[in-house]
């Protein structure tokens, strides 16, 4: 049956839209007519008044541990969460148990994801096999099987000409590399940023240097080769203005941020040493959040990204130094923006709508997904006005280690439709 959602607040950029209007759903899952008052005859009717509609969120940098590690998390609660976070899109990285350095692993991926039928999941593959930076992985034929982008994250390759190697054969393919931009001899067995943090803790330092490094040596083997290079998790005001230079010049290169890179920073790590706080790469000063929340402003970020990063309780509750890096955030992520960006009037609705909506389908050449009649109907909804507490049983991931427990948050995702099928519903999904 056609669905008819009425009354929301339709907003759009790619085609000059904000107004108050109806959108008609039809039975193939695209948008079948958009206009205030549609005729409802024959339809299925959703009242979605006091609500905002747009082209459904997309994260280009999401952790589903699985296979091999679903302890953590797996295909099923990872895309379930997404869900709940207005996500109709995500990436899903490929340091699993195995690593996804081959089609047998991306196939694996693509299954769950459909079985589990919550969201649309586009895998990525390994630059190099096992990701270890020394043999290229199976990038043609993961190609043939559907990954959209290339990286070693969590690590990154360590020498500069296999880099070169991995983005001569990425640009045969028209993929783009996304680098995790981390020298491993600067960083070494730093625990959280260097600097007055640090020395006061007494943890390893992680200089903000071991990953300028990397941004400028990668976007620079980008302009060699011809690739995309797209800079992972930037966290510093110094590695932005690097990728400043690098587009002013022209080079291809693209970039993302965090929620928390932008909202925490190493001063929310106290004495208690909450490992929520440890994430790869750490979190900088409060010099660098603005750098970076200026940088979005400017249009110098291309996009926003959760590195949605679970972890089992047991394994966050070791001491800070033997305790895994990463927290989740795709259940926060919509929230966050509303409530630290849009909220405040540092962007609009329609700079939101580009970082985590149009610019994520650009940079892995999916196709455009719009409030125009005939494009596939996968939308984002929510409410601006909702407010709400992060508590540590609120998510819907089989972890809670998130940075972000104890925030209040104004705004949130009621409903998602992936092509055409109501997956969120009045906040809730139907598992």
Not at 331 to 360: H, Q, W
């Amino acid at each position: 049956m056609t669905l008819l959602l009425k009354g929301a607040r339709l907003i759009d950029p790619q085609v000059a839209l904000d107004a108050v209007a109806d959108v008609k759903i039809a039975d193939d899952g695209t948008i079948a007519e958009i206009g205030p008052n549609l005729d409802a005859a024959g339809c299925e009717v959703r009242d979605l008044s006091g609500r905002i509609l747009i082209p459904g969120l997309m994260d280009c940098h999401v952790h589903l541990r699985e296979p091999g590690q679903e302890y953590k998390e797996d295909v099923y609660t990872g895309t379930l969460a997404s869900a709940y976070g207005g996500f109709t899109d995500i990436v899903s990285m490929p340091n699993t148990t195995p690593e996804t350095d081959n089609a047998d692993v991306v196939e694996l991926v693509k299954k769950a994801a459909a079985k589990a039928g919550f969201v649309h999941v586009h895998p990525s593959g390994a630059c190099t096999k096992d990701r270890k930076g020394q043999a290229l992985s199976e990038m043609g034929d993961m190609v043939r099987h559907g990954i959209v982008m290339v990286t070693d994250d969590g690590c990154n390759v360590q020498d500069a000409g296999m880099m070169r190697t991995v983005m001569d054969y990425a640009v045969q393919f028209d993929i783009p590399v996304s680098s995790h931009c981390q020298d491993a001899g600067l960083v070494g067995k730093g625990q959280v940023n260097e600097g007055v943090v640090s020395t006061r803790l007494g943890l390893t330092g992680w200089p903000s240097q071991g990953e300028e490094v990397h941004v400028d040596r990668d976007i620079r083997i980008g302009e060699l080769t011809g690739c995309h290079t797209h800079i992972q998790h930037l966290t510093t005001g110094r590695a932005l203005d690097i990728v400043r230079a690098g587009k002013a010049r022209g080079a291809k290169v693209t970039c993302e941020v965090t929620p928390h890179h932008m909202f925490l920073n190493e001063d929310y790590i106290k004495e208690s040493y909450d490992t929520n706080y440890k994430v790869n790469p750490p979190l900088r000063t409060k010099a660098d959040n603005e750098a970076i929340i200026a940088g979005v402003i400017d249009g110098t970020v291309d996009i926003i990204v959760t590195d949605h990063a679970p972890h089992a309780a047991y394994e966050k509750e070791r001491e800070f130094e033997l305790a895994p890096f990463g927290m989740i955030g795709i259940e926060t992520s919509l929230a966050s923006i509303l409530t630290f960006l849009v909220g405040p009037g540092k962007i609009d609705y329609n700079r939101m709508i580009e970082l985590m909506c149009v610019n994520p389908r650009k940079l892995v050449h999916l196709p455009e997904v719009k409030l125009a009649a005939g494009s596939v109907a996968d939308l984002t909804v929510f409410d601006p006005e909702i407010e709400w507490d992060v508590t540590e049983d609120c998510f819907h991931s089989k972890s809670n280690n998130s940075g972000f427990i104890g925030f209040h948050l104004k705004g949130k995702a009621t409903d998602t439709f992936v092509a055409g099928k109501p997956v969120l519903v009045d906040g809730v999904v139907a598992e």
